[in-house]
């Protein structure tokens, strides 16, 4: 991240300047918040937001646009909401400043010409120029010594167009103004809170490279062209989807990539080389044509001299002569001129050619140094890893996420270096450059010079595809610093493989939209989901949720896979209820073994040797295959992903049975906190729970691995025939008493042998584990545990420190959003979990609308969880169970204030039956 520092803040101080800028603090009216910009030695060292009393570091990821100027590849963009400025100076002082005075400026957008600047502010007629802002202040209340001063400054929120502001500080004396330092920061278009999705947008004017606008959504984005047009556009959305592609997910499709670059790069540099020798070559050539015009001019100046005929110079041979070759190299001169210096700049191909080196391998070798790092880095990591998963002990994930992150960086460090070698600043100008050329009117053998040099109506040399291009480079740069800064902010495993996997500008994404859409077609190309405001995406829309449609691959180990012993990395491929797998993970070419058919296969997982988060799989002629995940998460999604496949498989095989998998879909749902993708809304079950002849205590008890056959509180194993049906343990007698004890607010106790079950009540049952429930509430409990024989005082403490204050529980960040999480992936021991921990089950969602202009609709969790039903199957008998809904109830959910569900939620008539005669409920009906 710190190299992002000095390219994300251009810093520009004069060579003699005396007063340096050493720190920038930018804030709000507020002044909760506060950006912090440290620098040393003239360049950004550190970009942080921090709370203001605390300054710890706040969770809104930086934000940053692209800069339309030459001085550095990006901007902090800021929320003109933050319009307050604290400078903090180091100034030299000596009695000679003390009479003059530090002059601040601030202009927009391409208004950055030194000398029209420094001419303006000479002039002291600072009204005449309404878009710029100018404050003063006199040396001799700043210093009286060398110290370090802070001045405070503002600029208007209604002064930012949704563009670039510069600040030039400059002293002003009796004999003119000198600049001291300057630098530039872009401000959003619209004013708000610093999580609002407020993007920025292009200024009006600029200044050199439209390549490097900082265009996230222009006004005029250019549209997909309709069939009406007359002009077709050939930047289809396919073709765009492709061309801004940044995978870094490690597998085959990302090793080929790197392949590709790797190849194509040498020959990249050679023709940039060439390049680059045929203009120079152009540029001696125009020299020495211009040189033998001249001597031509002077040998017949000689021959009508050296004359016998003294006639001629009457005549005014030479003189005539020497004009026409004048008129005749003018326009060559002029046209090749501009050529040679402008369009092929021989200083601009040099800096494409610095782009290329660091991943061309030098003469005898056969990479080069970037690649040899990286696969080195490659093979640290995976070697670390083996080690890692063979460990029966429990590890500390964050030493995982360590290095799990350090090795994804690497990924992407190394495939953006080679993106960048076709993708840099000096190669999208050098292109701009070329096609604007292209389009230069020609009249009289002169080019149009003028509108070239014009910075406004030079836009018009490029055409619509042209501009979308331009447009589509400067959004990719930018939603790729964004990916980057994702990942360094994860803060679980599981966060940081949903994001590699969720990437929106990832491969998956491709003709995953349809074509008929109306919206700006670089909306479509980069989807918000890389915007720092996490949200839960369209139910049943969600191409990534591959595991719900039993598709998934990835890399795991095998045991005693490639026709040897030990565990082997693998590429796995589910697809069409198939499991592939593939020994050359980096090419995934070959399979290792015949297609595995996974509805006639079982799986289930395990605990191998020292191994965890493996799972096995037995074919139907018996052949075990066993597999290992890098987390208990990760196997879940295999082992979903697994199930689902089985029973789409399942559906082929036996046509008459209708399996429901979707609901119709509502708008997009975005929730405060909750940064995954959202998952199918519907779960399916198979069981045999609709038999009406239940023994209750049989279905906890038939949990494998649960240990509910053991009290979960003091490990009896008499009478432990008591659930607390909200916190989905088991219990014995007397430890049920102390549940009773703390009240059913905290507790929900009922018999398994005497009280009957609601339908919702009776599914939840088959989630009672005693062994998942206490490896989060009793995660630090090993001193404290009570037995069978403690005392009945003892028990109720432990007891009620165990559930009412929670002090055993693993730490949990961001229960609320984890919440949220489990419920959109119908995850219901997540639900379990995180309510459990403290979630709260009122949170709020927010629904998208389709329109910009309609106003967004708040829902509650419980009415989305509506769309979270379960459905059980078993013969010709289907019936929907709410069960997520059922433990939100529990758990205190409030409905009373909901007067009617919403209609965006498209739910189904069950769920409006199953809200109605809740609510009836709670009103005494």
């Known amino acids: 991240m710190d190299r992002i520092f000095p390219s994300a803040f251009p810093y520009v101080e004069s060579a003699n300047s005396d007063t340096q800028l050493a720190k920038l603090i930018i804030t709000d009216a507020t002044d909760i918040k506060r950006y912090v910009i440290n620098l040393s030695e003239g360049l950004c060292t550190n970009i942080q937001l921090v709370e203001t009393k605390t300054g710890s570091p706040c969770q809104d990821l930086l934000r940053f646009a692209a800069n339309p100027h030459n001085s550095s590849p990006l901007l902090l963009s800021i929320s003109p909401a933050f319009c307050r400025l604290k400078l903090h100076l180091s100034v030299s002082a000596n009695t000679a400043r003390l009479a003059n005075s530090l002059v601040i400026l601030k202009s927009w957008g391409s208004d950055t010409n030194a000398d029209e600047l420094q001419s303006f502010l000479e002039s002291r007629d600072y009204g005449r120029s ?18 370090q001063v802070i001045v405070n400054d503002s600029y208007g929120p209604s002064d930012s167009p949704g563009s670039v502001m510069n600040v030039f500080v400059c002293e002003e004396s009796s004999v003119g103004v000198s600049h001291l330092f300057s630098f530039s920061l872009f401000v959003e278009n619209t004013s708000g809170s610093l999580s609002s999705e407020a993007q920025p947008t292009a200024p009006t004017t600029r200044q050199n490279s439209f390549s490097k606008q900082p265009e996230t959504q222009p006004p005029k984005s250019p549209r997909r062209p309709r069939e009406s047009h007359t002009e077709t556009s050939k930047l289809t959305l396919p073709k765009l989807q492709k061309a801004f592609t940044f995978d870094v997910e490690d597998g085959p499709e990302f090793r080929q990539t790197l392949q590709r670059y790797e190849h194509t790069i040498p020959r ?6 060439s390049l680059s020798d045929e203009a120079k070559h152009m540029e001696s050539t125009l020299k020495k044509l211009l040189a033998s015009r001249s001597k031509i001019s002077e040998f017949i100046r000689q021959l009508e001299e050296n004359s016998f005929n003294s006639l001629l110079k009457d005549l005014g041979l030479s003189e005539k002569v020497s004009k026409r070759l004048s008129s005749v190299f003018e326009s060559t001169k002029t046209n090749m001129a501009f050529l040679t210096q402008e369009i092929l700049n021989v200083s601009s191909l040099a800096k494409m050619h610095s782009y290329c080196l660091p991943v061309t391998p030098h003469e005898g070798s056969e990479s080069s140094l970037k690649r040899r790092a990286f696969e080195k880095s490659s093979k640290e990591y995976y070697d670390w890893l083996n080690k890692y998963l063979s460990n029966e002990k429990e590890r500390p994930e964050s030493k995982l996420l ?54 406004k109506e030079s836009q018009t040399l490029l055409n619509n595809d042209m501009r979308l291009y331009f447009f589509g480079i400067s959004r990719f740069n930018s939603e790729k610093q964004q990916f980057r800064q994702m990942i360094e902010a994860c803060e679980t495993n599981e966060e940081l493989a949903e994001l590699i996997k969720t990437n929106p500008l990832n491969s998956k994404r491709i003709n995953s939209v349809s074509e008929s859409t109306d919206a700006p077609i670089l909306d ?113 999604q295999w082992m979903k992903a697994l199930y689902n496949a089985g029973q789409i498989t399942s559906q082929l095989i036996k046509p008459n049975v209708r399996v429901k998998t979707d609901l119709p879909a509502p708008p997009q749902i975005i929730s405060p906190e909750d940064k995954e993708r959202q998952g199918s809304p519907v779960s399916v079950v198979s069981s045999n729970l609709l038999n009406l002849e239940v023994n209750y205590l049989d279905i906890v008890r038939s949990c494998e691995g649960s240990e509910n056959d053991k009290c ?9 025939e008591w659930v607390s049906l909200n916190l989905m343990v088991v219990v014995c007698l007397k430890c049920s008493s102390c549940h009773r004890n703390m009240g059913s607010h905290v507790s929900k106790v009922r018999s398994l042998k005497l009280d009957n079950f609601s339908k919702e009540s009776l599914v939840l049952l088959s989630y009672i584990d005693n062994l998942r429930v206490n490896s989060f509430l009793e995660y630090s409990a090993k001193g404290n545990k009570v037995s069978n024989d403690s005392s009945d005082d003892e028990r109720l403490a432990y007891i009620k420190a165990k559930y009412v204050h929670r002090a055993f529980m693993k730490p949990v960040a961001n229960v609320n959003s984890q919440l949220a999480s489990a419920v959109r992936k119908i995850d219901i021991n997540g639900v379990i979990e995180a309510l459990d921990c403290g979630a709260d089950p009122n949170i709020r969602l927010q629904l998208g609308t389709v329109s910009s202009e309609q106003d967004p609709v708040v829902v509650s969790l419980f009415e989305y969880s509506l769309r ?38 498209n739910l189904p008539k069950e769920a409006w039956k199953y809200w109605e005669e809740k609510k009836a409920r709670l009103e005494g009906k």
Not at 870 to 897: A, R, W, Y
């Open 712 to 720: 979960a509180d003091c490990g009896a194993t008499d009478c432990v």
């Open 130 to 147: 309404p878009s710029r802002n100018v404050s003063k202040i006199s040396f001799s209340k700043l210093v009286s010594d060398d110290q």
């Open 402 to 455: 360590l290095k799990r992150k350090t090795f994804e960086l690497a990924k992407f460090d190394y495939l953006n270096t080679l993106n960048l070698s076709s993708n840099n600043q000096y190669f999208n100008e050098f292109v701009e450059h070329l096609l604007k050329f292209s389009n230069l009117s020609w009249h009289q053998h002169h080019l149009d010079l003028a509108l070239y040099h014009d910075n």
């Open 868 to 905: 979270k039903l379960v459905e059980i199957k078993e013969h010709e008998q289907t019936m929907k169970f709410f069960v997520i809904s059922e433990l939100l109830l529990l758990h205190g959910c409030n409905i009373e204030q909901i007067d009617r569900l919403h209609e965006e939620l």
């Open 268 to 273: 990249l540099n050679r023709t940039i080389c």
């Open 524 to 636: 479509i190309v980069f989807p918000k989901s890389m915007s720092s405001t996490p949200f839960i995406s369209n139910d049943g829309l969600n191409s990534n949720s591959r595991d719900q449609n039993g598709e998934i691959s990835g890399i795991l180990y095998a045991l005693g896979g490639q026709g040897k012993p030990g565990w082997h990395k693998e590429w796995v491929v589910l697809k069409e209820g198939q499991l592939n797998s593939y020994s050359d993970w980096r090419k995934g070419r070959h399979p290792i073994t015949r297609p595995i058919d996974v509805a006639l296969a079982s799986v289930k997982p395990m605990n191998y040797d020292k191994r965890r988060y493996c799972f096995e799989i037995i074919t139907s002629r018996g052949q075990k295959h066993v597999f290992q995940a890098m987390s208990n998460i990760e196997r879940n």
